[in-house]
């Protein structure tokens, strides 16, 4: 199906003069708003895109923004899929494999999170350094390489270093609230117990969240260039968890949004 959607959306693009896109970005819950201007700009519904799982969750446009940067291809993925939805891990990637599909060679990948770490604040930007999967299942699983040899992958050095290197140094000349660290992924759709949160805390977590995980193994699998960023939505007393919902989660997201399009525009510009 990556095929037909690949050659839907080229057709798009052919009619719109448009390059095909060398550089994407995934913006998740509330989150829309930090997409940056495009030259030639052109939407299409995820919905008619061929083999497009159809899942939605409040916060989530479904869009696919289309134009040029500086003359470079780019696309903008407004909302994400997530395993909590029903979906297998193969229909979550799908979004990712079309991109690799269309061309794509970097992406930069945004979230909403929840802070583990008791220096981060709501608002504050989580460069992702690494990650710890606890979703329960790896989105490579069942996959093989061309030789038929299942799908072993090296994810020592999966999320970009030196692009990471580059947004802390800007984000100390710019005063931006951003510190790496190591995000965990869970399936959801619950939040976090009291004693859940202790140990994500214990193992090395810095932020939890109930995506972008698969999404940048496959990336990384496919050879795209992986950059993450998790917004702070939201701050867990690992003592006493206090009640949190979506809608708070959105809010708090949404409040991030022009902050993180100040550091997508910076990664376009590198």
């Known amino acids: 199906m990556e095929r037909e959607a690949r050659d839907f959306l080229s057709s798009h693009l052919h009619e719109a003069g448009l390059p095909a896109p060398r550089m994407a970005v995934v913006l998740g819950s509330g989150l829309g708003e930090a997409a940056p ?7 299409v519904d995820c919905r008619d895109v061929p083999g497009w799982p159809e899942c939605s969750v409040p916060g989530h446009a479904g869009i696919m923004r289309f134009g040029a940067r500086k003359g470079l291809g780019v696309l903008e993925q407004l909302g994400r899929l997530h395993y909590y939805e029903g979906l297998d891990m193969g ?28 220096v981060y604040e709501r608002g504050y930007l989580m460069l992702v350094r690494d990650h710890i999967n606890l979703m329960g299942g790896s989105p490579l699983r069942g996959m093989r390489d061309p030789s038929g040899c299942p799908a072993f992958l090296d994810v020592s050095s999966l999320y970009d270093g030196e692009a990471g290197d580059v947004l802390m140094e800007k984000s100390k000349a710019c005063g931006w609230p951003m510190e790496g660290g190591v995000l965990v992924g869970v399936s959801g759709p619950t939040y976090e117990t009291g004693a859940e949160l202790r140990y994500m805390r214990l193992v090395g977590g810095d932020a939890v969240s109930m995506s972008m995980v698969p999404e940048a193994l496959v990336a990384h699998y496919l050879g795209i260039t992986v950059t993450a960023v998790s917004v702070i939505t939201n701050i867990w007393d690992l003592r006493m968890p206090h009640a949190i919902s979506h809608r708070k989660v959105l809010d708090t997201a949404m409040e991030a949004a022009p902050l993180l399009r100040e550091v997508v525009t910076a990664w376009f510009d590198m």
Do not use: Q, Y
């Not at 201007?37 to 939407?43: H, R, S, Y």
């Open 37 to 43: 201007e495009l030259d030639n700009a052109v939407d």
């Open 91 to 118: 229909a979550v990637t799908f979004p990712v494999r079309v991109m690799a599909a269309l061309g794509v060679e970097k992406v930069f990948m945004a979230n909403a999170a929840g802070a583990l770490n008791p």
